[in-house]
């Protein structure tokens, strides 16, 4: 939160008094500054920073921490007030007094207000950074516990209450110097400018006090001295930590990575061991000695808590290797590791099923549905053939939409296992229904290495989801030529073009899935025409620039209509391309030579010859050998020669054929 102009200008004023007044005191001008620098100026600082504390509690968030931390403030202000007006000028003040109440308030309800602070500003820490937090307090306060405590109790003297009083301070003191450093350790180190403050006016209110202390010890001590400054600073300080700015929260959380995480409680813990070494050789008070013993604990603490934190995360990672993060399923590294145990054991009698799935129709619920719906489809069929091989087997997720179950069948039939599980990865719903192909090996009968079984039982799934995609093409391309031939009968290609063109793309190479699909190219090349009036598709003269316009549109009307049936996907490629010409000048994309697919090329030369020795109403039927040697004529400039060359041979070779 950001402070108030007034309250700015007040901090402001402050620290220029502060700096005047230890200049005032160490340079020593020799003359009297008057009320500027009398004993009652201070008051009015310290007074101030409880006011501008306690005002900082009654508004914004973290009010509790900074009324405990204001009410502290105020304590010691108390306390001093009544020091300056009645005991300043007494040579053996009182112990106790009614001042020491107010001083000795100030450490427990500071502390009680930073720990409420942490709290708000560090949720969430790890643990260890605690305990780091724990061992610089430790560590600190022991040796605190060295340099102060030591000379105070060997002067403390008198009644028990004064005694207690006496011994009260330096304790204290080991609290406020071990908060410091342990509420920073705690955040990580992560200094922001609150932490950093409240550190500093904490540090300098102990050093004024350790001071104090070792000085009255010694008999020494004089008011007026350089280091007295250092409360008052100490308090402006703290005051001026209640208005700093929160960090948000993600910058207020730790930074674990840093060199600095481990180097903290290293360093502390060195310094604990080392109070310990020396007390051994030269004695230290009981205090500092417990207390170095305790951060040396912490360590130890520490270091278990950070062993047992590696050991989970190493655990946490072995399982995140082996599980697909979306389903929770194993995934393929753990399939692999699960063949290599059950294989070796497996028998004829008691074998290994491993069947991997394919999901059917999950490209298309993903485009309608999107993708995070997709996810949960996943995750909601991966359950689904969890829970149906409870039991039975054990279920994983391969990547993308492909699944795998892996039976123990002991004797069972296989087939309603593997069906079972094709029906817990089917489902159908409002616009969508989702199947899935799949393959299947028997272990060790028909393989006896993980690699192999997996290659087998891919070849199979993926052989059993082509000829689904066959069936599904096979039954889209009947129905449009169905309603091709109802529209316009003429239209309909003859069935020996047919197999040219199937004829025509194996011997130039094809693979057989090109071939099937070249076939049905050149079925449907004309299926767009439906589209073009019956006026202009049967006009027995020339056709008008309009009318070639709309004519041009079929191969994408029929590549729009085709895609309507996704088996038929490549098809419809195919049938775009297929009025393209090899020289460039065909339609609708004016592609040229090998840009245009080969089978649309294949269907190119088909739809000539078929036109060709059909007839049509603006030209006379040809012979097969004129549509020939019009092919030849314009091969290299409408046709792709090598598919000529290609065309002309399957076509000769069948005339050989049936004239045998």
Same mark, same amino acid.
């Given at each position: 939160? #950001?402070?108030?102009?007034?309250?700015?200008?007040?901090?402001?004023?402050?620290?220029?008094?502060?700096?005047?007044?230890?200049?005032?005191?160490?340079?020593?001008?020799?003359?009297?500054?008057?009320?500027?620098?009398?004993?009652?100026?201070?008051?009015?600082?310290?007074?101030?920073?409880?006011?501008?504390?306690?005002?900082?509690?009654?508004?914004?968030?973290?009010?509790?921490?900074?009324?405990?931390?204001?009410?502290?403030?105020?304590?010691?202000?108390?306390?001093?007030?009544?020091?300056?007006?009645?005991?300043?000028?007494?040579?053996?003040?009182?112990?106790?007094?009614?001042?020491?109440?107010?001083?000795?308030?100030?450490?427990?309800?500071?502390?009680?207000?930073?720990?409420?602070?942490?709290?708000?500003?560090? /949720?969430?820490?790890?643990?260890?950074?605690?305990?780091?937090?724990?061992?610089?307090?430790?560590?600190?306060?022991?040796?605190?516990?060295?340099?102060?405590?030591?000379?105070?109790?060997?002067?403390?003297?008198?009644?028990?209450?004064?005694?207690?009083?006496?011994?009260?301070?330096?304790?204290?003191?080991?609290?406020?110097?071990?908060?410091?450093?342990?509420?920073?350790?705690?955040?990580?180190?992560?200094?922001?400018? #609150?932490?950093?403050?409240?550190?500093?006016?904490?540090?300098?209110?102990?050093?004024?006090?350790?001071?104090?202390?070792?000085?009255?010890?010694?008999?020494?001590?004089?008011?007026?001295?350089?280091?007295?400054?250092?409360?008052?600073?100490?308090?402006?300080?703290?005051?001026?930590?209640?208005?700093?700015?929160?960090?948000?929260?993600?910058?207020?959380?730790?930074?674990?990575?840093?060199?600095?995480?481990?180097?903290?409680?290293?360093?502390?813990?060195?310094?604990?061991?080392?109070?310990?070494?020396?007390?051994?050789?030269?004695?230290?008070?009981?205090?500092?000695?417990?207390?170095?013993?305790?951060?040396?604990?912490?360590?130890?603490?520490?270091?278990?808590?950070?062993?047992?934190?590696?050991?989970?995360?190493?655990?946490?990672?072995?399982?995140?290797?082996?599980?697909?993060?979306?389903?929770?399923?194993?995934?393929?590294?753990?399939?692999?590791? #699960?063949?290599?145990?059950?294989?070796?054991?497996?028998?004829?009698?008691?074998?290994?099923?491993?069947?991997?799935?394919?999901?059917?129709?999950?490209?298309?619920?993903?485009?309608?549905?999107?993708?995070?719906?997709?996810?949960?489809?996943?995750?909601?069929?991966?359950?689904?053939?969890?829970?149906?091989?409870?039991?039975?087997?054990?279920?994983?997720?391969?990547?993308?939409?492909?699944?795998?179950?892996?039976?123990?069948?002991?004797?069972?039939?296989?087939?309603?296992?593997?069906?079972?599980?094709?029906?817990?990865?089917?489902?159908?719903?409002?616009?969508?229904?989702?199947?899935?192909? *799949?393959?299947?090996?028997?272990?060790?009968?028909?393989?006896?290495?993980?690699?192999?079984?997996?290659?087998?039982?891919?070849?199979?799934?993926?052989?059993?989801?082509?000829?689904?995609?066959?069936?599904?093409?096979?039954?889209?391309?009947?129905?449009?030529?169905?309603?091709?031939?109802?529209? *316009?009968?003429?239209?309909?290609?003859?069935?020996?073009?047919?197999?040219?063109?199937?004829?025509?793309?194996?011997?130039?190479?094809?693979?057989?899935?090109?071939?099937? *699909?070249?076939?049905?190219?050149?079925?449907?090349?004309?299926?767009?025409?439906?589209?073009?009036?019956?006026?202009?598709?049967?006009?027995?003269?020339?056709?008008?620039?309009?009318?070639?316009?709309?004519?041009?549109? *079929?191969?994408?009307?029929?590549?729009?209509?085709?895609?309507?049936?996704?088996?038929?996907?490549?098809?419809?490629?195919?049938?775009?391309?297929?009025?393209?010409?090899?020289?460039?000048?065909?339609?609708?994309?004016?592609?040229?030579?090998?840009?245009?697919?080969?089978?649309?090329?294949?269907?190119?030369?088909?739809?000539?010859?078929?036109?060709?020795?059909?007839?049509?109403?603006?030209?006379?039927? /040809?012979?097969?050998?004129?549509?020939?040697?019009?092919?030849?004529?314009?091969?290299?400039?409408?046709?792709?020669?090598?598919?000529?060359?290609?065309?002309?041979?399957?076509?000769?070779?069948?005339?050989?054929?049936?004239?045998?």
């Amino acid at each position: 939160m #950001t402070a108030p102009r007034p309250i700015r200008v007040l901090l402001a004023a402050a620290a220029v008094w502060l700096v005047a007044y230890e200049l005032y005191v160490v340079v020593d001008p020799g003359f009297d500054a008057g009320p500027v620098f009398s004993r009652f100026a201070h008051d009015v600082v310290i007074v101030l920073a409880a006011a501008i504390c306690l005002t900082r509690a009654l508004v914004g968030s973290e009010r509790t921490a900074w009324a405990l931390i204001g009410a502290g403030v105020l304590a010691w202000s108390v306390g001093e007030l009544y020091y300056t007006a009645v005991l300043w000028t007494d040579p053996s003040p009182p112990l106790p007094s009614a001042a020491d109440a107010g001083f000795l308030l100030f450490p427990p309800l500071v502390l009680a207000g930073a720990i409420v602070l942490l709290r708000s500003r560090a /949720r969430g820490a790890p643990r260890r950074l605690v305990i780091d937090g724990v061992i610089a307090a430790l560590a600190v306060s022991a040796l605190s516990a060295a340099i102060v405590f030591e000379p105070v109790l060997d002067a403390v003297e008198g009644a028990p209450l004064a005694v207690a009083t006496g011994l009260a301070y330096p304790l204290l003191d080991l609290v406020l110097i071990g908060l410091a450093v342990g509420v920073l350790a705690s955040t990580g180190w992560r200094l922001d400018r #609150t932490w950093v403050l409240l550190g500093a006016g904490l540090s300098t209110f102990w050093l004024a006090d350790s001071m104090y202390l070792v000085q009255t010890a010694q008999g020494a001590y004089e008011s007026g001295g350089w280091f007295d400054a250092g409360w008052w600073a100490g308090l402006a300080l703290i005051a001026t930590a209640a208005w700093q700015t929160s960090p948000a929260a993600a910058d207020s959380r730790p930074v674990e990575e840093h060199l600095r995480v481990i180097a903290v409680p290293l360093a502390f813990g060195m310094v604990g061991l080392a109070l310990l070494v020396y007390g051994a050789i030269t004695g230290l008070n009981l205090v500092a000695v417990g207390l170095a013993g305790a951060s040396l604990l912490a360590v130890m603490a520490r270091a278990t808590l950070t062993f047992g934190e590696n050991v989970a995360m190493l655990r946490t990672s072995r399982d995140e290797a082996l599980t697909d993060a979306l389903t929770n399923l194993g995934n393929r590294r753990a399939l692999g590791r #699960t063949l290599d145990k059950l294989i070796p054991d497996a028998s004829a009698e008691r074998p290994l099923v491993l069947v991997l799935f394919d999901l059917d129709g999950f490209k298309q619920y993903n485009d309608t549905f999107g993708h995070p719906a997709g996810d949960t489809l996943l995750v909601r069929l991966g359950a689904n053939l969890a829970a149906f091989l409870e039991g039975r087997g054990q279920a994983f997720r391969m990547g993308g939409d492909e699944f795998c179950a892996l039976f123990e069948t002991a004797g069972e039939p296989i087939e309603p296992m593997v069906q079972g599980a094709v029906a817990a990865l089917s489902e159908q719903g409002d616009g969508f229904t989702i199947g899935c192909s *799949h393959g299947s090996i028997t272990l060790p009968l028909e393989a006896t290495e993980a690699v192999e079984a997996l290659r087998i039982a891919d070849q199979r799934m993926y052989a059993n989801k082509h000829a689904g995609r066959t069936s599904a093409g096979r039954q889209s391309k009947d129905v449009l030529l169905r309603a091709l031939a109802e529209r *316009h009968p003429e239209l309909g290609t003859h069935a020996e073009t047919v197999a040219l063109a199937a004829d025509t793309a194996e011997s130039l190479g094809l693979p057989p899935d090109e071939i099937e *699909h070249v076939r049905h190219a050149s079925e449907l090349h004309d299926v767009g025409k439906v589209a073009i009036p019956d006026a202009i598709l049967g006009k027995p003269g020339p056709l008008t620039a309009e009318e070639w316009e709309f004519v041009r549109r *079929h191969p994408v009307i029929g590549e729009r209509i085709i895609l309507a049936a996704p088996a038929l996907t490549r098809v419809a490629k195919l049938v775009r391309g297929s009025h393209e010409r090899w020289d460039g000048t065909g339609y609708p994309d004016n592609l040229a030579g090998e840009r245009i697919p080969v089978g649309a090329r294949i269907v190119a030369v088909a739809d000539a010859f078929a036109a060709m020795t059909a007839g049509r109403p603006y030209r006379p039927r /040809r012979t097969a050998d004129e549509a020939l040697e019009e092919l030849r004529r314009h091969a290299g400039t409408q046709f792709d020669p090598m598919v000529v060359d290609a065309w002309c041979a399957a076509h000769s070779r069948r005339v050989v054929h049936i004239t045998a």
